[in-house]
Each structure stands twice: as C-alpha cells, then as structure tokens.
Nanobody
C-alpha cells in the first residue's frame, strides 16, 4: 500500500514557480519529521528540505538558496513544497517521505518537475 502520493509537478520555464503536495496515507504523519527529496536523471536521490512535526525546525539543502518553502498540514496529513525561481538544474522527480532523523520508508511514484525554456 502506497504511503505517499505526490502531485503538482509540471513543466515550467526558468524562473517559474510550482507548488508540490504530498498526501500521506496511513502513517502517523503528525509524529514524524517529513522531507522532500529529488532525483535527477542519472543522479542519486537527495534531500531537498525537511520539517519537524510542529514545523518549528526546518532546514534546506544548500542548493535551495532561499527559493523553496516546505510546510505541512497536520490536520489533513499533507506536506507541501513551494518552488520559486526554478532553474534547469532543479529538473527531477520529487518525492516525499520521512525526513531526518528518520530513515525513509517505501517510496511513492513521485512527481516530475521539468524546468526548460
């Protein structure tokens, strides 16, 4: 049974914006740190951002450079990632899962973000 269902990916031009969402299934969403990850073609999956259960501890990978915002809706078990000022190098499949200090569990399908002119 899939635990995570990501959505919101699309093709956008450089400088564009997208809002990704992730619906968490039966996991105890409100208990865990959550994270957004991404995997570009031919690259390893990498952590993009993470958020604590109460949203008071948030961190981003250096490459984010203030362009993305992670947030969560604990009432509805949804994780969000607002992407702004997108660059071609942001092109990847984006996934959500448990975030550090927790290890990820089984992965969902992800959502494709393509940044191209």
């Amino acid at each position: 049974q899939e635990q995570f269902a990501e959505a919101g990916g699309n093709m956008v031009q450089p400088g564009g914006s997208l809002r990704l969402s992730c619906a968490a299934g039966t996991i105890e969403f409100n208990t865990y740190h959550m994270g957004w990850y991404r995997q570009g073609s031919g690259k390893s999956r990498e952590l993009v951002a993470r958020i604590s259960p109460s949203s008071n501890d948030i961190s981003y990978a250096p490459f984010v450079e203030g362009r993305f915002t992670i947030s969560r809706d604990n009432d509805n078990h949804i994780l969000y990632l607002q992407l702004r000022r997108l660059k071609p190098e942001d092109t990847a499949v984006y996934y959500c899962n448990y975030g550090p200090p927790w290890e990820p569990i089984s992965w969902g399908q992800g959502t494709q973000v393509t940044v191209s002119s």
